[in-house]
DNA sequence: GTAAGTGCAAACGGTTTGCAGCCTC
DNA sequence: GAGGCTGCAAACCGTTTGCACTTAC
């Protein structure tokens, strides 16, 4: 369903290879982790305009390419795909972070759409705290 | 923890019980489930002004009245908090939403989370898909 | 050659802030 | 009466878009 290689949309999508894609994809590529369009940007230091970068990553995230999620602080932030699909659990003080996943969690939010005569199903889930350093 | 009532923050925080804010207690109290600051100013219809109704929320936010979050295009919702806690599933094309519960959730997300040391839990999650309707 | 891609700058939409007047304590 | 609270409008900041130019095919 998604691709390994961002810029393997040949079939439907046909995104060019360009230098300024390239470059996105090989920044997405090289920094682990989720990141903002501004970020890679500036990663990228200004070798590609703020507005392709945005274009870019709206493209490779609606080709699946790219997982996009929402910061606490507004920014849409990307990170390549394929990782396993898993959940934040956040602290409220610091921002830190920890990813967890659950396959309970998965089966049932599909099972409970399911019921409910609801198909294409996704989800989002957020669990905040406050972590041990900041009691 | 969490107060029941949003205004009931005496102790530390000290927020005048102004029209205002009566107001927008009362429509986080009569509406269920996440708004947007804008939603609830034109919900209130102009009584609140809008700077007041996100300095309002804000306030009850920090203050852990409601719980605050990111919608999928970039607002921030808030809901009051300590409802008979329930999850959405939401039609991705009419926006027909059905509250689900999901005690096994509930249990596995506290789990997880005291399993990596927080403390305070809270979660969020929002099941979106396609309902039969819309098929 | 042509359509897709790019950069720039202006437009946008949600949110925050400065300031003068208002209201609660 | 004093300081918090409010409304208005302007400022902000991340993101999107219009347009003329460039480039991959």
């Known amino acids: 369903m998604t691709s390994i290689d961002p810029l393997a949309t040949d079939a439907s ?4 290879p360009t230098k300024q894609r390239l470059a996105v994809a090989e920044a997405l590529r090289t920094y682990d982790g989720f990141h903002s369009a ?14 392709t ?11 699946g390419a790219v997982d996009a999620m929402r910061s606490e602080d507004g920014e849409t932030i990307y ?4 990782d396993t699909h898993h959940h934040h659990l956040v602290c409220r003080q610091c921002g830190r972070t920890v990813e967890v996943e659950g396959p309970a969690v998965e089966r049932w939010t599909k099972t409970m759409a399911e019921d409910n ?6 989800h989002t889930l957020e669990i905040f705290g406050t972590c041990t350093d900041c009691r």
Do not use: K, M, N, P
């Not at 990170?79 to 394929?82: T, V």
């Open 13 to 16: 999508g046909a995104l060019r």
């Open 79 to 82: 990170r390549r795909c394929s």
């Open 53 to 63: 970068v945005y274009r870019t990553l709206t493209a490779l995230a609606e080709a």
């Open 117 to 122: 005569g609801f198909t294409d199903v996704s």
């Open 38 to 51: 501004q970020e890679i940007h500036s990663r990228l230091d200004g070798a590609v305009g703020l507005a």
